[in-house]
Structures are given as C-alpha cells and as structure tokens.
C-alpha cells in the first residue's frame, strides 16, 4: 500500500564520503524501481532505475542494488558532495500488466544532508 | 529533453475560490499524466491518473468532484481544486509519461496557499 512517513529519517554525512540510502518495498510483484531526488520546493528528479530481473545498476556516481529476496532497495553514492543534499524517494512500479496504467508507489523518502 | 512545466509556481487563495493548475509536456506527447499531493515532510500521495482524452482515474479517498482533471491534449492537464479551503494547502505536482514507457517525468511543483 501507501507509504506515508510522518518523520523523515536522516542521514548526514561528511563531503566525499559514500553514502547508503535504504529502502524497502512492499509488493513483492513490482517489476521497476526507480530513485528520484528532491531538492526542496522542487519536483522530483529521476536519478536512475532498475527492472526486477536485474540486481545492480550503476550510473554516474550512483549505484542501484536490488535484493528481492527481502524486498530491499538500496542507493549509493560515491564521493557524496554539498548537492547532494537532498529528500531522496524509491519508488516501485505497481498495478496491472497494461503498463498504461500502472502507477509508481513512493517511499517514505530519507534526507541526505552533506557537511562540507 | 523529457521536462515537464506546471503553472503557477505558487499561489495564494481565499477560502471557497478555485484555482487552477496547468502541467504542460515541453517537448514530448503524454499520454498519461499524474498528479501527486505532498504535505511537509511526507512522501508524494498519488491523486489521480489520466490518460489523454478520457476520465481520470480517481485513489481512493480523494474526491472527484473537487478535484477536477481534465487531461484534453497530448501535452496539457490541468487540475482545479473547486472550492478550496485550508486544508487543501499542499504542494501539487504532476508527472508525465510517454505510453508503455516506465519512466515518470515530474513537474516543479505547485505550492497551493489556501487562506
């Protein structure tokens, strides 16, 4: 179902290091997981997505690993930076197999805040 | 590529009054778009889905009737809140979608003020 987070947890890290936002999703029949960022007052932005039949996916200092196993979704950040700073959100993709109407799921989201 | 536009940025409102908001595919055709709902510090709430030319499709508990969407062109929805009032003061943001693709591309935002 729907997530809704009353607290946002928070990660707070230090410029350079990596960092390990965490996520887990409820529906063990979702097929797509994507990770968007969102500064704030803004929309979110899609940073990179996986399909189920694969378990990591890297992008430019981002990597994406899936464990369906225990329903978890993990993003990393290499060399995080002062931008980086953030609400970060998982999604997965749920509904029927017509993909015209299948709609994302969002997470509670984790904030990332990097020190200089 | 892929952006996605909302109008306005931000607006202010008297309890009762409507407001309008326009979410626009810059540079592609969207058949179906989203609109989402978020409150401070919580995730995105989906509202509804709509697909060009035909009826939103409503989530569960959100009223249709004060939340009108009309999806009338490849690259166009809009949103009323019809009689709004306090409590529908939230951030408003629209997602499209190119068919059968699975990526979602969000708009800005709206910051809805209902005084």
């Known amino acids: 179902g729907e997530s809704v987070g009353l607290h946002l947890p928070t990660l707070s890290v230090q410029e350079g290091d990596n960092s390990i936002i965490n996520c887990a999703y409820s529906n063990s029949a979702s097929d797509y997981f994507i990770w968007y960022k969102q500064e704030s007052g803004k929309g979110p932005q899609f940073i990179i997505d996986?399909?189920?039949?694969?378990d990591k996916r890297q992008g430019q200092r981002v990597t994406v690993l899936l464990n369906k196993t225990v329903k978890h979704l993990s993003l990393q950040i290499a060399a995080t930076q002062p931008g980086d700073s953030a609400v970060y959100f998982c999604a997965e993709k749920s509904g029927g197999v017509n993909t015209g109407f299948q709609k994302l799921v969002f997470g509670t989201g984790t904030r990332l805040l990097v020190s200089p | 590529g892929a952006v996605v536009s909302q109008h306005p940025s931000r607006v202010i409102c008297k309890s009762g009054t409507s407001v309008k908001i326009e979410c626009r595919s810059l540079d592609f055709q969207a058949t179906t778009m989203f609109w989402y709902r978020q409150f401070p510090k919580q995730s995105l709430m989906l509202m509804a889905t709509s697909n060009e030319g035909s009826k939103a499709t409503y989530e569960q508990g959100v009223e249709k009737d004060k939340f009108l969407i009309n999806h009338a062109s490849l690259t166009l929805s809009t949103l009323t809140v019809t009689s709004a009032h306090p409590e529908d003061s939230s951030f408003y943001i629209c997602?499209?979608?190119?068919?059968?693709?699975?990526?979602?591309?969000f708009g800005p935002g709206t910051r809805l003020l209902v005084l």
């Open positions: 997602s499209a979608r190119v068919y059968r693709a699975e990526t979602q591309y």
């Open positions: 996986i399909r189920s039949n694969m």
